[in-house]
Antibody, heavy 121, light 106 residues
Framework: QVRLVQSGAEVRWPGASVKVSCEAS????????IHWVRQAPGQGLEWMGW????????HFARKFQARVTMTRDTSITTAYMELTSLRSDDTAVYFC???????????????WGQGTLVTVS | SNELTQPPSVSVSPGQTASITCSGY??????VYWYQQKPGQSPVLVIY???RRPSGIPERFSGSNSGNTATLIITGIQAVDEADYYC?????????FGGGTKLTVL
């Protein structure tokens, strides 16, 4: 079964850091980018960046460049997103999501984790 | 402020057609993706590369993209379509979401 399973809810003080994990199963982990997206309570989706599990290359939204790190451990098919210098407005559900490719070679995001609530308070 | 603008809400009666727009200068030359999200759930992709439907998405969902505006069209609206809908612009490196539209089925 192809799926992404994220770590559990976290509570942090302002100024602290949080690291969320996303364990992949049922497919070749290194074949598809993993994206991170967050959603504050009652708000819209916000794209944070992606990691290429095959080599570890990353790209971040400008808003998060100074505070986010995305890594992966291919031995346990897990991607990580770490956000530092947390503020109250970082309180959100954080999703990981995986790209896929269709028969025409077009990429799309096909699979989402269940989300991880991070509360900064 | 959001670089991609969507109407905050759209209301439509069952059986009618809903159109949700997504506009912004950053759309020029980029592909647009549309996601459906119901309360408490992860998003679901309903349209990719402007007009392609993933496997399992009903033919009632279609999309178009021209200039600086993309449109999601849902025909024959059903109660199950009530959800938030988000557009997303893809370029080589970045993926930018619109602010989202709440679709209400009257």
């Amino acid at each position: 079964q192809v799926r992404l399973v994220q770590s559990g809810a976290e509570v942090r003080w302002p100024g602290a850091s949080v690291k969320v994990s996303c364990e992949a199963s049922g497919y070749s982990f290194i074949d598809f980018y993993i994206h991170w997206v967050r959603q504050a309570p009652g708000q819209g989706l916000e794209w944070m960046g992606w990691i290429d599990p095959n080599g570890g290359g990353t790209h971040f939204a400008r808003k998060f460049q100074a505070r986010v790190t995305m890594t992966r451990d291919t031995s346990i098919t897990t991607a990580y997103m770490e956000l530092t210098s947390l503020r109250s407005d970082d309180t959100a559900v954080y999703f990981c999501a995986r790209e896929a490719v269709d028969t025409s070679g077009y990429y799309y995001i096909s699979l989402w984790g269940q989300g991880t609530l991070v509360t900064v308070s | 402020s959001n670089e991609l603008t969507q109407p905050p809400s759209v209301s439509v009666s069952p059986g009618q057609t809903a159109s949700i727009t997504c506009s912004g200068y950053i759309l020029g030359g980029k592909s647009v993706y549309w996601y459906q999200q119901k309360p408490g759930q992860s998003p679901v992709l309903v349209i990719y590369r402007d007009s392609r439907r993933p496997s399992g998405i009903p033919e009632r969902f279609s999309g178009s993209n021209s200039g600086n505006t993309a449109t999601l069209i849902i025909t024959g609206i059903q109660a199950v379509d009530e959800a938030d809908y988000y557009c997303q612009a893809w370029d080589t490196f970045t993926r930018t979401f619109g602010g989202g539209t709440k679709l209400t089925v009257l």
